[in-house]
């Protein structure tokens, strides 16, 4: 069984599951999780080897992950919810809709993409994971000044410390799961044309991970979508812009609702 720590804010709005992104655990929904999105039942969770979920078991593959978060709304009595990632959470997301489409009320996808990774990402992941499992340490994502391709270049010094100290948190074991998790992902691009309900793509202006381009095309294959660009934001719009994020987001709810 696969283990995950959830957080939920409990209430009667409709319920919003946000999935974190890589490497980070699921403090990065402060501004979500905080009563600004007032129509949600806002649920958090860690994926497994992040913030204080368990190690990942198994192969490494975001249908496992996804299969936990089908079990997880089956603990809380929940049929459906508003499914949202940003970046690895919303290729998680996908793989969510396209196993378990049925139980997908409304889709919230940010700085994310639908397209596979090209063979130059993929050895990186490789490097990556085989990198942090032989160090036994995620010190590596912070030499390489991963923050400094996540964030936007208006980010203050205090954000900054912040996503480098989530980095930081993370596990080896975590690390290297996701990311040969994430390179064997399949394209979503038929997945979320089947998928009829009421979508919310949003991106940093300034997101070099996954740009404007990957948003557009996200928006362009979703039969019900509104897309939102975030000005001066990066790859972390949901840490950089949360009051534009939540506008996006609470716009969404009420189509959803």
Do not use: C
């Amino acid at each position: 069984m696969t283990e995950l720590t959830l957080r939920d804010t409990g209430g009667p709005g409709t319920p919003l599951l946000l999935l974190h992104a890589f490497p980070l655990n699921s403090a990065m929904w402060r501004g979500q999780s905080d009563g600004s999105l007032d129509r949600a039942r806002v649920l958090t969770v860690d994926l497994p080897g992040f913030g204080t979920s368990p190690a990942p078991q198994g192969e490494p593959s975001l249908d496992v992950w996804a299969d936990a978060l089908a079990a997880l709304l089956d603990r809380l009595e929940l049929a459906q919810a508003v499914i949202g990632g940003l970046s690895m959470g919303g290729y998680l997301a996908m793989a969510f809709a396209r196993r378990h489409g049925e139980r997908v009320s409304g889709l919230l996808l940010a700085d994310t993409k639908a397209s596979t990774d090209a063979p130059a990402a993929l050895a990186n992941r490789e490097r990556i994971a085989a990198a942090v499992l032989a160090r036994q340490s995620v010190a590596l994502l912070l030499e390489e000044q991963f923050d400094a391709s996540l964030l936007g270049a208006e980010a203050g010094e205090q954000l900054t410390k912040e996503v480098r100290a989530l980095i930081a948190a993370a596990t080896p074991a975590g690390v290297a799961w996701a990311q040969r998790a994430m390179a064997g992902r399949q394209a979503a691009f038929e997945t979320l044309a089947a998928l009829g309900v009421p979508a919310a793509v949003v991106v940093g202006q300034d997101d070099r991970l996954t740009p404007v381009a990957d948003a557009e095309e996200l928006a362009d294959v979703l039969v019900d979508a509104e897309l939102t660009v975030i000005p001066a934001a990066g790859h972390l719009a949901a840490l950089e812009a949360p009051a534009a994020f939540n506008a996006a987001v609470n716009a969404l709810l009420r189509r959803v609702g």
